[in-house]
């Protein structure tokens, strides 16, 4: 077949089929032309014995001697000829092969290496056949799995990371209150508790991202009627709302209805809510709205200083946050996000973000309807 830029693509299949052509046209062409070429010779040196025969008066025996003559330089074409062709063959054969198993074993090479631990190798990816369209398939996997793997050197260095900063504060609070520095007061064991809390919330989240991301999480696939799901939702954090002076306002028709997890989702939303109210200021405004159709969308609007372009494709990923200035007890635990979209996922759906810096962040849930 012709490929787009107009050379010729050729399959093994057909790379193999033209080397047998070739193998048994080349062993046929050498044993025409070689048993040809002995033949001739031979004959014309047996018609050089019979002139000299008849001549000495040897005419008698000229059948025979013609038959064995004949017959002997047959076979001694048919072995060299047949020795040239197995040579040309092997030669032949060798080349092709050669051309065929290279690209195998240097893709072999590398699958060790790869199993070995060393995701950076690559193999090179010649042609348009079968191999080599292998070779760039193991490329691909080869750069899936550095990925994986230095996503977990990320999340190894991120967990610890996370879990050494209460960790340090209950063990410095726990040292001052031994040496009599810091006294044994109320407030004290407050904010012992406060760090104990924050460290069980965040391996709770730890555990909840494992579970959703690993499939083991349980879903309760039913038809949800929207509306009582967003208002129970905006009712169970208007007081904190309210207690930074941010609206959060709810819009969403009677009758709207999404086939999804009730549990599941609701969680979703409160991740993105509690997120909307971390970054909108007091006198902003929060608007978790739904829309019905063939699809069931569901927006979380805020009207907060926005993300940067650049953040907007990580703003998913595990213990990314946009604004690094943020200190974890203001910023979350940073998987929250995370979070949400596996559960979305999980639920045959997809959730996405637009944001304007500066004027505000919509998330948008897509459901399908029931």
């Known amino acids: ?37 002995l033949t001739l010779s031979s004959y014309s040196s047996h018609l050089q014995e019979m002139a000299h025969g008849i001549m000495g008066g040897m005419m008698s025996s000229m059948t025979a001697d013609l038959d064995s003559a004949f017959r002997r330089a047959l076979n001694e074409a ?16 060798m080349l092709v092969s050669r051309r065929i198993t290279e690209p195998i074993h240097r893709m072999a090479a590398v699958t060790e290496r790869i199993a070995a631990g060393d995701f950076s190798r690559r193999v090179e990816a010649e042609g348009s056949d079968e191999v080599a369209s292998l070779a760039r398939s193991l490329n691909r996997m080869a750069a899936s799995l550095e990925g ?20 340090t504060s209950i063990s410095g609070y726990m040292e001052a209150l031994a040496d009599g520095v810091v006294a044994a007061e109320p407030e004290t064991y407050e904010l012992i508790r406060k760090e104990a809390d924050r460290l069980a919330r965040l391996v709770d989240d730890l555990q909840q ?6 499939g083991d999480e349980q879903l309760e696939m039913a038809v949800l009627p929207l509306l009582p799901l967003l208002k129970r939702t905006r009712q169970r954090f208007q007081p904190q709302y309210s207690r930074k002076g941010v609206t ?8 709207i209805t999404v086939f999804a997890d009730g549990d599941k989702l609701q969680q979703v939303l409160i991740n993105l809510l509690d997120n909307a109210l971390r970054y909108t200021p007091a006198g902003g405004r929060v608007t978790l709205s739904a829309r019905g159709g ?13 993300i940067p372009a650049a953040d907007l494709p990580h703003v998913f990923e595990r213990f990314y946050r946009a604004d690094k200035s943020r200190s974890r007890e203001s910023g979350g635990s940073g998987i929250g996000l995370a979070i949400a979209r596996s559960y979305v996922r999980a639920m045959g759906g997809e959730i996405e973000v637009a944001s304007t810096p500066g004027a505000g962040t919509t998330f948008t849930i897509t459901l399908r309807s029931s």
Not at 5 to 14: H, L, P, Q
Not at 28 to 37: A, K, N
């Open 148 to 167: 994986a793997e230095q996503n977990r050197r990320e999340l190894m260095a991120n967990i610890a990371h996370e879990l050494r900063t209460p960790l």
């Open 248 to 255: 959060l306002a709810c819009e969403c028709s009677d009758g």
């Open 78 to 93: 048919l072995l060299w000829g047949g020795l040239a062709a197995l040579a040309a063959a092997a030669a032949a054969g």
């Open 1 to 37: 077949m012709m490929a787009g830029s107009g050379t010729f693509k050729m399959s093994i299949k057909w790379k193999l089929l033209a080397s047998y052509i070739v193998v048994i046209a080349v062993c046929l062409g050498t044993v025409i032309l070689v048993t040809r070429q």
């Open 294 to 306: 063939e699809k069931t969308t569901i927006r979380v609007s805020d009207t907060g200083s926005g």
């Open 209 to 214: 991202l494992s579970r959703s991301e690993s």
